[in-house]
């Protein structure tokens, strides 16, 4: 069966600070993966989208990574600034495909 | 940037009502445009795929009676919840992807629905 999982589920961090969240999959044959910010009562904007041939993609502050082999991906946050606090959404799509396969999400809060 | 716009944000009606709500791509064409829900704390969960000119493609487990979508014109389609009841209060998501190009699909704002 086709998942996305992601972790952590919640994370607290501190205005200015580092973060990494992860994405593990198992959809097969893959054509691409995605990650979007999600601002609560807001629908998704998409920082990156990475296709497997793809190890790393940035978008300012915001680095995905990607590794096909073990289908893993992580974004990692630097920086981190309050309008950051959101849910963050791993997305995968299958090879020949528009259906998106979405994670389970991770709620990052940023504190001052 | 492509940009998918949602209407409208927020509705609130009683019980028994039918309620329409509308996804247009502002600035390209959309042949197919998706449909999705969202509880609280939950991932978006896909509902159906609109296809314009043809009947949408529904998710198993979604009732096609209950949820009418329709997708008459390139630029839109429409999503109609019939006969709203409480449990059907939800936040709905549309989104769209430019045809033949790598863009990542666009989502519109959602619509907050609670049916009363």
């Known amino acids: 069966k086709n998942q996305v999982e992601q972790s952590p589920q919640s994370l607290i961090i501190l205005e200015g600070k580092n973060c990494t969240l992860q994405c593990n999959y198992t959809v097969s044959p893959f054509s691409n993966l995605r990650w979007y910010k999600q601002d609560t009562g807001r629908g998704p904007v998409s920082l990156t989208i990475m296709t497997f041939s793809e190890n790393t993609k940035s978008n300012g502050r915001y680095t995905a990574t990607l590794d096909a082999d073990t289908k893993q991906s992580s974004l990692h946050i630097t920086a981190s600034q309050l309008s950051d606090s959101a849910s963050y959404i791993c997305?995968?799509?299958?090879?020949?495909?528009?259906?998106?396969?979405f994670g389970t999400g991770t709620r990052l809060q940023v504190f001052p | 940037g492509a940009v998918v716009s949602q209407h409208p944000s927020r509705v609130i009606c009683k019980s028994g009502t039918s309620v329409k709500i509308e996804c247009r791509s502002l600035?390209?064409?959309?042949?197919?445009m998706f449909w999705y829900r969202q509880f609280p704390k939950q991932s978006l969960m896909l509902m159906a795929t609109s296809n314009e000119g043809s009947k949408a493609t529904y998710e198993q487990g979604v009732e096609k009676d209950k949820f009418l979508i329709n997708h008459a014109s390139l630029t839109l389609s429409t999503l109609t919840v019939t006969s709203a009841h409480p449990e059907d209060s939800s936040f709905y998501i549309c989104s769209a992807s430019v045809p033949y190009s790598n863009q990542p699909q666009h989502f519109g704002d959602g619509t907050r629905l609670s049916i009363l």
């Open positions: 997305v995968v799509t299958g090879y020949n495909t528009d259906k998106l396969i």
């Open positions: 600035d390209f064409q959309a042949t197919t």
